[in-house]
């Protein structure tokens, strides 16, 4: 999921993955900021479970589920659209798209 969010988040995909979407596909802006927020939460979260001398205060973790939850919302009232559509496919699947 780390390396598609990474290239939405980017706004480039490899070739293999855009094989077959239409020419003007793009990745809107809200998408993008997802999947940077996405990557941002698991390297903390990453911090918190592996890192021993990282501390997290209560309060910028209360304000870290609100900027997700905020982050998700905008993403979650996005019509339906080819590109949030093959978002969602490419978190489930990346590796296989990468790899083709």
């Known amino acids: 999921m780390k390396q598609a969010c990474t290239a939405f988040a980017g706004g480039t995909l490899k070739a293999t993955v855009a094989k077959g979407l239409p020419a003007?596909?793009?990745?809107?802006?809200?998408?993008?900021?997802?999947?940077?927020?996405?990557?941002?939460?698991?390297?903390?979260?990453?911090?918190?479970?592996?890192?021993?001398?990282?501390r997290f205060r209560r309060s910028d973790v209360l304000a870290l589920l609100d900027e997700a939850e905020t982050t998700?919302?905008?993403?979650l009232s996005l019509e339906s659209s080819i590109e949030k559509k093959?978002?969602?496919?490419?978190?489930?699947?990346?590796?296989?798209?990468a790899g083709r």
């Open 24 to 54: 003007t596909f793009s990745i809107p802006i809200d998408i993008r900021n997802l999947a940077g927020k996405l990557i941002d939460l698991q390297e903390r979260r990453h911090l918190a479970d592996y890192d021993r001398t990282e």
């Open 72 to 75: 998700l919302d905008t993403f």
């Open 86 to 97: 093959f978002f969602l496919v490419c978190l489930l699947t990346w590796n296989t798209l």
